[in-house]
């Protein structure tokens, strides 16, 4: 089977996160969507940043009843800081008979020659790019950057989402509604458990 991984600290999902996922799975030649939550880094705390349990119940209250995706705590067991190369390497040998792709926003692209051990990601693994809003206000003409261009590149015309997990928890925390920008069951896990408020 071939899964695209999702990475993310999903905090919280939304529906940003989902409608592109499931262009992805629509549209393109992924069969499934895993999304990968990232651990929270003891090294870096981060006030904002749920537990690790709580982000993965998110996802997966976020995913239910879809056949297509799957919510991974993956990363949960291996060493922080989590790379990206490393829960590769590890899917490879958990899962052989299935082929992993990396999903990625055209800006995490730019950077991606930065990223660790990227040549021995790029050499095992497809990237599936979706454009982003701060790619799409700027001319594109006028960038080149590596991997732009390369065979295991694709890029998907995914619809661009402009909302950030970062701006639903300013708003929760300013007392405004964001019930249209999560589902219903993310919705209603974060009004019950009054994350984000303070």
Known sequence: MKIGLYFGTFNPIHIGHLVIANYMVQFTELQKIWFVVSPKNPFKQKQSLLKDHHRIALVREGIEGNPNFHASD?????????????????????????????????????GFH????????????????????VIEEEDKTEFNYPFKNHPKVHYADAPVMNISASF???????????????????????????????
């Not at 990227?118 to 497809?126: F, K, P």
């Not at 708003?171 to 303070?198: D, N």
């Open 74 to 110: 993956i990363e949960f067991g291996l060493p922080i800081p989590s790379y990206t190369v490393n829960t590769l390497a590890h899917l490879r040998e958990k899962y052989p008979n299935d082929e992993f792709a990396l999903i990625m926003g055209e800006d995490n692209l730019r």
């Open 114 to 133: 930065k990223w660790k051990n990227h040549e021995e990601i790029i050499a095992h693994h497809e990237l599936y790019v979706y454009p982003r809003a």
């Open 168 to 198: 639903i928890r300013n708003a929760i925390k300013q007392g405004k509604s964001v019930q249209y920008l999560l589902s219903p069951p993310v919705h209603k896990y974060l009004t019950e458990m009054h994350f984000y408020e303070k």
